[in-house]
């Protein structure tokens, strides 16, 4: 993704609204409550951050997605000119396709460079 792409993220995504309060990461709530978060660029290395996930590791964007191991966890890492954004949620509220979806477009949203 583009340089600054943490810093204008766009309001919705695949019917997932943004909540403006939500502090230094962003959640984006669907109409049934249901939430993705979106944090601040990590300083960490893509390939570092990979390891974190444990299975169905996924293609999304410019990163990847999957299982981190811990009970339902599921997040998402994303390449940034300004560092990796982490998305994530649970199994539970939210498929593992549908994390990577919401990746693809929030990528689309924001320009890849």
Same mark, same amino acid.
Do not use: Q
């Given at each position: 993704?583009?340089?600054?792409?943490?810093?204008? #993220?766009?309001?919705?995504?695949m019917g997932f609204t943004a909540d403006a309060g939500s502090g230094p990461a962003v959640l984006y709530?669907?109409?049934?409550?249901?939430?993705?978060?979106?944090? %601040?660029?990590? !300083? !960490?290395?893509?390939?570092? #951050?990979?390891?974190?996930?444990?299975?169905?590791?996924?293609? %999304?964007g410019t990163g990847w997605c999957g299982g981190t191991g811990a009970t339902d966890s599921i997040v998402?890492?994303?390449?940034?000119?300004?560092?990796?954004?982490?998305?994530?949620?649970? &199994? &539970?509220?939210?498929? #593992?396709?549908?994390?990577? *979806?919401? *990746?693809?477009? #929030? %990528?689309?949203?924001?320009?890849?460079?």
């Amino acid at each position: 993704m583009k340089s600054g792409a943490a810093k204008s #993220l766009p309001a919705t995504v695949m019917g997932f609204t943004a909540d403006a309060g939500s502090g230094p990461a962003v959640l984006y709530k669907d109409a049934n409550h249901k939430m993705i978060g979106v944090g %601040a660029p990590l !300083s !960490s290395p893509l390939a570092s #951050l990979v390891e974190y996930i444990k299975k169905d590791k996924t293609r %999304a964007g410019t990163g990847w997605c999957g299982g981190t191991g811990a009970t339902d966890s599921i997040v998402c890492y994303v390449d940034t000119k300004d560092g990796v954004i982490n998305l994530s949620s649970t &199994s &539970s509220e939210i498929p #593992l396709e549908t994390l990577v *979806a919401f *990746a693809n477009e #929030l %990528a689309a949203a924001v320009g890849v460079e």
